[in-house]
């Protein structure tokens, strides 16, 4: 039987191993350990692809995030309006520098609504953070006329769409500041935890480059308060080696999309993404979340067919997790959208075989049940 994991960790690595073991040996070799040259040129090839004028990298997404708040000026006590559907991560790190985090309710896309957002507008509310989940960018343009009528800033919590545009523009250099994770499994990713802040605004850049090396200026003085949060220079040249192929694998990705969606396109009792289009929406489907009906029988299903599927943050969006002690009422499109979200395998490690086979395992189930 074809078996399909929904994630395939080492063959990150088998990939490219020579030219990984290449990096290694060099990076090693000459010792550059810490905030080295791989990383100042692995920033500056970020920046000059997603056209935005600073990309920071630091020690994971979270950070990013804690960072690019900090050096926003965000206090104790103001609030946040983020999506519901994020990971925990999002409402931690606003947690982090003593904020608050407030889910909004998500669209029938999944994302932010911005519907929602302004209901969640308070008097203390200086700030709208959307994820841009899935590697989709969410219409950014409701959510920064918004912003500007009720006078907060604008970050994105991107950890999920580098390389993703919405009207051409990358995601993360909509705000403030953005953030992106190279978490092993996401599109872009390295050997261990990584993540970048992006900003246009070179007072917050000029902070998290502070913030992230306990404080130093460029002389090496100890200018303010900060902390370790850096980029390792061997996880940046690793990423370098990763970025040469990025733009294969975005379309690897999108054709694998379209095969899912020409395979179930058809298929009653199913929602599928967006399939990519040259439109507005540039995606890089970090993720492919479907939404099915009976979604614990058709994921049972697949499993007997060697077929990994994943509910996307164990079915916990934002207003589920006790433990972050959110005042948050029930959000009838979050509730509705998660207990019938499933993700498809969706990587580099996919072959057109494998593809057809969950394909072909999804239209089995949905004949069988159709009775
Ligand atoms: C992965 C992810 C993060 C966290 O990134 P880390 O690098 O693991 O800290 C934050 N937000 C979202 C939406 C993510 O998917």
Request: negative net charge; charged residues 15%; hydrophobic residues 45%.
């Given at each position: 039987m074809i078996k399909v994991p929904f994630f395939d960790y080492p063959a990150l690595y088998r990939r490219f191993a020579a030219e990984f073991d290449n990096a290694f040996h060099d990076v090693c070799s000459r010792g550059?350990?810490?905030?080295?040259d791989d990383l100042s040129e692995f920033e500056a090839e970020m920046a000059q692809r997603l056209d935005v004028s600073h990309v920071i990298g630091v020690a994971d997404g979270t950070n990013a995030i804690s960072l690019g708040l900090s050096a926003a000026g965000i206090q104790p006590g103001d609030e946040i309006i983020v999506s519901?559907?994020?990971?925990v991560a999002t409402a931690s790190a606003i947690q982090s520098v003593g904020a608050v985090p407030v889910p909004a309710d998500i669209g029938p896309d999944g994302l932010l609504d911005p519907a929602a957002a302004a209901r969640a507008i308070s008097g203390r509310t200086r700030a709208l953070m959307p994820t841009q989940l899935n590697g989709r960018v969410c219409k950014m343009d409701a959510i920064r006329a918004l912003a500007a009528d009720c006078s907060l800033m604008v970050f994105e919590d991107s950890a999920q769409a580098m390389g993703a545009t919405y009207r051409g523009q990358a995601a993360g250099?909509?705000?403030?500041f953005g953030t992106l994770s190279f978490?092993?499994?996401?599109?872009?990713?390295?050997f261990g935890d990584g993540g970048a802040v992006l900003t246009n605004d070179n007072d917050i850049a000029a902070r998290v480059l502070q913030m992230r090396d306990h404080g130093r200026d460029q002389t090496g003085e100890f200018v303010s308060r900060g902390t370790n949060s850096r980029l390792d220079n061997l996880q940046a040249a690793f990423l370098r080696v990763r970025l040469r192929a990025f733009d294969l694998d975005i379309d690897r990705r999108r054709e694998i999309a379209a095969r899912y969606h020409h395979g179930l396109g058809n298929l009653g009792g199913l929602t599928l993404p967006p399939?990519?289009?040259?439109?507005?929406h540039f995606d890089v489907y970090q993720n492919y979340e479907i939404r099915a009906e009976r979604r614990d029988d058709l994921r049972a299903f697949l499993k007997q067919r060697g077929i990994g599927t994943a509910v996307q943050w164990g079915g916990q969006t934002l207003d589920r997790?006790?433990?972050?002690g959110l005042a948050v009422e029930t959000l009838p499109c979050t509730t509705r959208y998660i207990d019938r979200s499933l993700m498809l395998p969706m990587n580099m490690a996919l072959s057109d075989t494998q593809i057809d086979h969950v394909i072909s395992s999804i239209q089995a189930f949905f004949k069988g049940t159709r009775e």
């Open positions: 550059a350990f810490i905030l080295g519901a559907h994020t990971y250099t909509f705000g403030a978490y092993p499994a996401k599109v872009l990713g390295c399939q990519p289009d040259d439109g507005d997790i006790a433990a972050l």
